[in-house]
């Protein structure tokens, strides 16, 4: 059994994610179906994201804090009104978004903006 096999059985007994905090961060993502490598500001914890290719959940297997201005996950100067929040990150992709029911990116410090 591979390294990453052997590691994404150990995610499915504990947490799915190696960051458990109640704010957003960076994630890096890889398909196990189709290999296919993508990053994404939208990374929460305990949560996957789909694969366009396979329409499988992903969970990241590297997260790290946003970038400096960044205010729990939104910078601090920047407008948070629904519809330029769905524009901007594809609801269907985040499990976040389909959690909650309404784009993450209104999901600040463990409450909706």
């Given at each position: 059994m591979?390294?990453?096999?052997?590691?994404h059985?150990?995610?499915?007994?504990?947490?799915?994610?190696?960051?458990?905090?109640?704010?957003?961060?960076?994630?890096?993502?890889?398909?196990?179906?189709?290999?296919q490598?993508?990053?994404?500001?939208?990374?929460?914890?305990?949560?996957?994201?789909?694969?366009?290719?396979?329409?499988?959940?992903?969970?990241?297997?590297?997260?790290?804090?946003?970038?400096?201005?960044?205010?729990?996950?939104?910078?601090?100067?920047?407008?948070?009104?629904?519809?330029?929040?769905?524009?901007?990150?594809?609801?269907?992709?985040?499990?976040?978004?389909r959690?909650?029911?309404?784009?993450?990116?209104?999901?600040?410090?463990?409450?909706?903006?």
């Amino acid at each position: 059994m591979s390294s990453n096999e052997k590691r994404h059985k150990s995610r499915a007994r504990g947490p799915k994610t190696p960051y458990q905090g109640p704010g957003r961060v960076f994630g890096k993502f890889q398909c196990q179906q189709c290999k296919q490598a993508w990053q994404s500001g939208h990374s929460w914890a305990n949560q996957g994201q789909t694969c366009k290719k396979c329409r499988i959940t992903v969970y990241p297997y590297e997260q790290t804090p946003l970038e400096p201005g960044m205010s729990c996950g939104a910078p601090k100067n920047q407008a948070t009104s629904p519809d330029s929040q769905s524009q901007k990150w594809g609801r269907q992709k985040c499990g976040k978004c389909r959690r909650l029911g309404y784009p993450c990116g209104q999901f600040q410090c463990g409450r909706r903006i």
